[in-house]
Nanobody, 122 residues
Framework: QVQLRESGGGLVQSGGSLRLSCSAS????????MAWYRQAPGKQRELVAQ????????DYADSVKGRFTISRDNNKNILYLQMNRLESEDTAIYYC???????????????WGQGTQVTVSS
């Protein structure tokens, strides 16, 4: 299976920038998509950005559109989330997600990282 590990979170002032990284390890047969989710205290986990593996099409939540960019380093199996013009509403734990097939006989499986804290101060 695939294991994911996020890094790059921290404390930043409003208007600042951070880049999150998600490093993947393990084996997989094929990859469908990659995504970043976030969860703030008292709220449900929400989709922030996603990227289709084949073709690279991307989608963003309206709240981050124009400020965040999701990208992938194919050779290193690293997923990035560049976050610019951060706002207090962006404060949350950010999680990396891969939807993949462990082998050709299975349906899609989801891998999740442990999360990295992003705190935006005013």
């Amino acid at each position: 299976q695939v294991q994911l590990r996020e890094s790059g979170g921290g404390l930043v002032q409003s208007g600042g920038s951070l880049r999150l990284s998600c490093s993947a390890s393990g084996r997989f047969f094929s990859l469908n998509s990659m995504a970043w989710y976030r969860q703030a205290p008292g709220k449900q986990r929400e989709l922030v950005a996603q990227k289709v593996a084949r073709g690279g099409a991307t989608d963003y939540a309206d709240s981050v559109k124009g400020r965040f960019t999701i990208s992938r380093d194919n050779n290193k199996n690293i997923l990035y989330l560049q976050m610019n013009r951060l706002e207090s509403e962006d404060t949350a734990i950010y999680y990396c997600n891969w939807r993949y097939k462990p082998n050709s006989e299975t349906n899609w499986s989801d891998a999740w990282g442990q999360g990295t804290q992003v705190t935006v101060s005013s």
